[in-house]
Nanobody, 116 residues
């Protein structure tokens, strides 16, 4: 199983970034795909996710600024981040759960730094 994430980098406050993640080698039906993040000294937290039925869950801190999208036919999940703030600085991880949520896979993490 491989989750290949890309799109992180350095951006100024107010800027935008798009993260992409492609999952491969997953044997069972994928139930949900999403993005988490972990800032220095903090726990990993959900940014947003979309289930195979289209149910979306977005963190309050991301609402109105971030948009998550998925393509379950291609096993890809994207995160469009606009109006970025310094507090969005973190390592972002894509996440996939399959087999009735019993299997949990993580991408390698991509660093997003928001700084002037």
């Amino acid at each position: 199983v491989q989750l290949q994430a890309s799109g992180g980098g350095l951006v100024q406050p107010g800027g935008s970034l798009r993260l992409s993640c492609a999952a491969s080698g997953i044997k069972y039906r994928i139930n949900v795909m999403g993005w988490y993040r972990q800032a220095p000294g903090k726990e990993r937290e959900l940014v947003g996710s979309i289930t195979e039925r289209g149910i979306t869950n977005v963190a309050d801190s991301a609402k109105g600024r971030f948009t998550i999208s998925t393509d379950y036919a291609k096993n890809t999940v994207n995160l469009q981040m606009n109006s970025l703030k310094p507090e969005d600085t973190a390592i972002y991880y894509c996440n996939v759960r399959s087999k009735w949520y019993t299997e949990n896979y993580w991408g390698q993490g991509t660093l997003v730094t928001v700084s002037s």
